[in-house]
């Protein structure tokens, strides 16, 4: 069994909707992370949570380190946010990622 | 500051050839490290290094090499490419940003390798 799974792994929605992506893991953490990746595009730091919620414009991102869970939230979805957005876990001393295998977004207009 | 910097972007290599892939950042982090990214696996480690000096294997070492003399640099070395070693290959950095805790991630712009 995977350390961090994704869900879902295809995502489809209209611009406007809201979006969630969940990431459950298996592991005691002492950090997890929210990437975006574009297509064909690098890899952009979203957040990284160790407890509670942080709120970054349309973006927010939850974890409940009691249930191993995590959420990523996105509102007013717009196509430009039509990427690949990747959970990845920090253990210890916050080194060395563990990667899920990712979630493809796609907002259409 | 400029993050990481990562070279080339495209590089094509025949079998067999060797080349090194650079990586530099300007945060002054002590972690850095490389990944691979191939379709349907993920981001996999390669390998790390926590500062100068000092360089680790990561889950998927075989068949590269790395070196770490200044805080600043860490070049990633393939000694003889085999198409197995095609995929997009990654950079990181993680520390502390100007004296403020934070041990988030730096990725440079990738560099997409084809071994033919």
């Known amino acids: 069994k995977n350390e961090v799974e994704q869900s879902p792994q295809n995502l489809t929605a209209q611009e406007g909707e809201f979006i969630t992506i969940n990431c459950s893991y298996s592991v005691g953490i002492s950090a997890l992370h929210w990437l975006q990746q574009h297509p064909g595009g690098g890899i952009v730091s979203l957040f990284m949570?160790?407890?509670g919620k942080k709120k970054h414009g349309r973006l927010i991102a939850t974890i409940n380190i009691q249930e191993k869970h995590s959420s990523l939230h996105i509102t007013a979805s717009h196509p430009r946010d039509s990427a690949v957005y990747i959970c990845?876990?920090?253990?210890?001393?916050?080194?060395?990622?563990?990667f899920g295998k990712g979630t493809l977004l796609t907002v259409n207009p | 500051n400029a993050g990481v910097t990562q070279t080339p972007k495209f590089q094509v290599l025949k079998t067999g050839q060797s080349m090194t892939l650079q990586c530099a950042q300007d945060?002054?982090?002590?972690?850095m490290s490389w990944y691979r990214q191939d379709p349907g696996m993920g981001l996999r480690l390669i390998h790390y290094?926590?500062?100068?000096?000092?360089?680790d294997q990561g889950e998927v070492p075989n068949g590269y090499n790395v070196s770490r003399s200044t805080t600043e640099d860490f070049p990633l070395r393939l000694l003889s490419a085999a198409p197995s070693q095609t995929s997009v290959y990654f950079c990181a950095s993680s520390g502390r940003d100007r004296g403020i805790s934070s041990y988030g991630y730096t990725f440079g712009s990738g560099t997409r390798l084809t071994v033919v």
């Open positions: 945060m002054n982090h002590e972690y």
């Open positions: 949570l160790s407890s």
């Open positions: 290094s926590v500062g100068a000096g000092i360089t």
């Open positions: 990845a876990l920090s253990r210890g001393s916050n080194y060395k990622l563990t």
